[in-house]
């Protein structure tokens, strides 16, 4: 069992993996994110579209 005293094992390995695995993680929510305002953009443009064509009383 490893204790606090003791080095971690394949720590500098450990520490890469978890690097390249957080940097993945925040290029992907990046792209999601990007990908997300394109769609809020286009659903505000559609939004404006309907409120434009609407018959109004």
Do not use: H, I
């Amino acid at each position: 069992m490893w204790t606090f005293d003791e080095p971690l094992p394949n720590e500098a390995v450990s520490v890469k993996g978890l690097s390249d695995g957080l940097k993945d993680f925040m290029d992907e929510l990046a792209r999601n994110y990007l990908e997300l305002q394109k769609v809020n953009r286009a659903m505000e443009e559609a939004w404006c579209v309907s409120l434009k064509t609407v018959d109004r009383p």
